[in-house]
């Protein structure tokens, strides 16, 4: 077990590297089921949610192996295609492999993920996908269990852009048989990076990027090879880190194309943004002005940068709304915050936040990834220590964040709790 000790008040200054996506990783390993054989992924990061989702294929029969950031996968020797509910309890995106094992194997039974500390998170849009794609699927002890002997491509149109539904029925429908037209479909970059896989595999896919996709199945993918992206909501709590700061930091191996929502309010609080194809520079003189926002499905506001948008908006005299439309009940750095101080207010599913107090060091815990990273914000700004626990949440999704803040001129350590 072991905790963050942050002492606050540094500007961050300097040079940051970007990670390679989480959310591409964790839907590019489970797609590697659908064509048996050796697969190579570049950039990957070492988080604890990547290693999860390789002892989940280790667990069907894989073998994966890690050299530096290249995780090579060798999905000939499948040999289950049942979970494991222990692996799929830690984490959502395990569910991922449900389009894949049944488009490749004809069955899968995968465990319910469950909710989480973001509320509940149903998966009625993936079983909805599946069964218009011709799946007979039954629930047995809290396992789907899906069926058919072949797919087959058909019209499915999502009621909400769900990306994990997305990335699951752009799984299946690559192996159907087939055309499938899918429309209200995700269009977040990891999507689009895992469709541009497949078609590296030989799938067929149009409208990539769009909220329409047409998807012309195959009988056989082959193995391949990518890059991963680089993961924009890291580089989106750096940026939002370096203005809470009044600091300037340049972001490198970055696409600031798949930032456009943040780094324009960024721009609209009073910050200095510029940008090349693959870094982008965050300088901040004042502070922020106050604003409003709500989350929305990609191009829009992430969600997963509320919270730390709601740490910035502490630095802005005045009152900030910020609504999250994706997870209503996504809140939980809320009262944390509060223990260091901050004066916000939730209604329903909108902080208000009273910005341009002081905040005061305290231990705070956190509950979730980002809103982790909302914490390590709200430390770096807080006056005297701040010391946050339950840091594991971090670990999933940013790969050794202390180590890049601290060249950045932050004064945080990683210690055991008991020190
Ligand atoms: N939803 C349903 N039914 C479904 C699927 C989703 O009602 O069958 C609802 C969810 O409950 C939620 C909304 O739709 O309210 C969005 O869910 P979505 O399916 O789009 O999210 P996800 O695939 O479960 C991914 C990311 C999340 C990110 C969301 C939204 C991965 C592995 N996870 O989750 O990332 O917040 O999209 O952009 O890609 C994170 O990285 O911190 C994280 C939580």
Excluded at 245 to 263: D, I, K, M, S
Excluded at 321 to 329: Q, S
Aim: charged letters at 15%; proline letters at 6%; aromatic letters at 6%.
């Amino acid at each position: 077990m072991e905790k963050f000790l942050i002492q606050g008040g540094q500007r961050l200054q300097g040079q940051v590297s970007i990670s390679g996506a989480k959310n591409a990783v964790l839907a590019l390993a489970p797609s590697t089921l659908l064509a048996p054989g050796v697969h190579r992924l570049y950039n990957v990061p070492r988080l604890s949610d990547v290693h999860t989702m390789v002892e989940l294929l280790e667990a069907l029969g894989c073998s994966c192996e890690f050299r530096g950031t290249e995780l090579v996968l060798d999905t000939s020797g499948l040999r289950l295609v049942r979970a494991p509910r222990e692996i799929v309890g830690r984490m959502r995106a395990s569910f991922y492999v449900l389009g894949p094992l049944l488009a490749r194997y004809g069955y899968a039974e995968v465990p319910l993920p469950g909710g989480c500390a973001l509320g509940p998170r149903p998966i009625d849009l993936h079983l909805y996908g599946l069964r218009r794609l011709g799946a007979t699927i039954e629930m047995h002890n809290d396992y789907v269990r899906a069926q058919a002997e072949r797919l087959r491509g058909t019209t499915i149109t999502l009621p909400f852009p769900s990306v994990g539904a997305t990335g699951n029925l752009l799984m299946a429908a690559a192996l159907a048989e087939g055309e499938t037209l899918l429309y209200n479909a995700a269009a977040e970059p990891e999507i689009v990076q895992l469709g541009e896989y497949l078609c590296q595999m030989g799938a067929s896919i149009e409208g990539l990027g769009t909220s329409t996709l047409h998807i012309y199945g195959t009988n056989q993918l082959n193995p391949s090879s990518i890059e991963v992206i680089p993961d924009r909501i890291e580089a989106a709590t750096f940026s939002i880190a370096a203005a809470a700061t009044q600091g300037e930091v340049t972001l490198t191996h970055t696409r600031p194309n798949h930032l456009h929502a943040v780094l324009t309010r960024l721009t609209e609080v009073g910050c200095q943004v510029t940008a090349t194809d693959s870094t982008i520079t965050v300088r901040m003189n004042t502070l922020p002005e106050p604003s409003e926002l709500s989350t929305a499905p990609y191009p829009g506001f992430p969600t997963d940068v509320q919270a730390q948008w709601t740490a910035f908006m502490l630095r802005a005299p005045g009152v900030s709304r910020i609504t999250d439309t994706i997870y209503p009940n996504r809140f939980k750095h809320i009262a944390e915050l509060q223990r260091l101080g901050a004066q916000i207010k939730l209604v329903q599913n909108t902080a208000i936040v009273r910005g341009g107090h002081p905040l005061v060091g305290t231990t705070v815990v956190s509950s979730d990834l980002r809103a982790s990273a909302a914490l390590i914000i709200a430390g770096i700004i807080a006056s005297g220590q701040t010391e946050i626990l339950e840091i594991h949440h971090i670990d999933r999704g940013y790969e050794a964040i202390e180590q890049k803040l601290q060249r950045l001129g932050a004064v945080i350590e990683r210690v055991p709790v008991g020190d």
